[in-house]
């Protein structure tokens, strides 16, 4: 299964333009703490084993759900005072929670052989996957602006 290759999107240095004025200074901070977690996370996902010997792709499935959860959990645990950039990191969590349980769901039904839920747990790792390109041009284009 090809799964991991659905996160690819990763945010590049983008706070770095921001002006650096006193307010600046914090947005720049903050959405560099922030964009840090969220390419450590693509990184680690990047990095899960592949599924080998596993013929039902389960256990890729299940390394993905746990990066998926640790950058859910690392990205709530950045400190954040800008209410724009509190709320894209909220997203972003969701989001990622979402296709952790997602994975999960569908790790459970390959090792089931269960292909409805199969079909079902794609649908939702799908629609949760989707958000993620979105969000992260927010958070890019939230950190870019002056």
């Known amino acids: 299964m090809r799964h991991q290759s659905l996160f690819s999107a990763a945010i590049v240095g983008a706070a770095l333009l921001v002006g650096a004025t006193a307010c600046g200074q914090k947005k720049i901070t903050e959405c560099n703490q922030l964009i840090e977690v969220i390419n450590k996370g693509v990184e680690s996902?990047?990095?899960t084993p592949k599924g080998g010997a596993?013929?039902?792709g389960a256990n890729e499935l299940k390394s993905m759900a746990d990066a998926m959860d640790k950058v859910?959990?690392?990205a709530a645990k950045v400190?954040?005072?800008i209410p724009d950039l509190k709320k894209y990191s909220t997203e972003y969590q969701t989001m990622a929670k979402d296709v952790a349980k997602a994975?999960?769901?569908m790790a459970?039904?390959?090792e089931a052989k269960d292909l409805a839920k199969i079909n079902s747990a794609q649908a939702a790792l799908d629609k949760a996957v989707k958000q993620e390109d979105p969000l992260v041009?927010?958070?890019n284009k939230f950190c870019?602006?002056?």
């Open 108 to 110: 459970a039904a390959a």
């Open 137 to 139: 041009d927010s958070i």
């Open 72 to 74: 859910a959990a690392d």
């Open 103 to 105: 994975a999960r769901d």
């Open 54 to 56: 596993d013929p039902t």
């Open 144 to 146: 870019q602006a002056p």
């Open 45 to 47: 996902l990047n990095k």
């Open 79 to 81: 400190e954040l005072t």
